[in-house]
């Protein structure tokens, strides 16, 4: 008879380790919840892009950007969508250390980011897989370069925030 009970108590973990709810005679067993790892519970960050004050040109940028940590932990990927950019115009962009302003720096490298390139209505979109990881205690932006000539004017920028 041990033998037997010894079974089913057996039977019964292995369902409930497999996540199966699991009901008898009113006593009901269920999955303990999954553990978090660092990122799964690290949701990312997200910023608003718009124009810098201090921006005299003729376009309009607008958009938005989020930046994802990698399952594995190590490095994020960046996605940025703007609006209102010249039809046909390419944007390099950038995760920065520092904020709108007072920029410390591309986290990555350059060449981790491709370039934007705007469609005939004014959009576009482009992501970037980096392998740099962000400190969640640092600040840092996403911003938009007038064009891979002109490096130094900003087009827009947003301030990534922690979600």
């Not at 978090?36 to 960050?45: I, L, M, P, Q, R």
């Not at 608003?48 to 950007?65: I, K, M, N, R, W």
């Not at 190590?74 to 010249?86: E, R």
């Not at 390139?117 to 392998?131: F, I, L, N, Q």
Request: hydrophobic letters at 40%; charged letters at 15%; glycine letters at 12%.
């Amino acid at each position: 008879m041990f033998a037997r009970h010894m079974a089913v108590v057996t039977a019964l973990g292995a369902l409930v380790a497999a996540g199966t709810v699991v009901s008898h005679r009113g006593v009901e067993a269920s999955a303990l919840a999954p553990r978090v790892t660092k990122a799964a519970a690290d949701s990312g960050w997200t910023a608003t892009l718009s124009a810098p004050s201090s921006y005299a040109g003729d376009e309009h940028v607008f958009g938005s950007a989020t930046v994802a940590p990698s399952v594995t932990g190590s490095g994020f990927t960046a996605t940025v969508n703007i609006a209102g950019a010249t039809p046909k115009s390419t944007h390099p962009w950038h995760v920065h250390k520092g904020t709108c302003g007072n920029d410390q720096g591309v986290v990555g490298g350059g060449s981790s980011y491709t370039p934007i390139k705007v469609g005939d209505d004014g959009k576009g979109t482009s992501s970037a897989k980096v392998s740099a990881s962000l400190d969640p205690k640092g600040s840092y932006m996403v911003n938009i370069h007038a064009s891979a000539t002109d490096m130094k004017t900003i087009v827009a920028c947003g301030p990534l925030t922690k979600q």
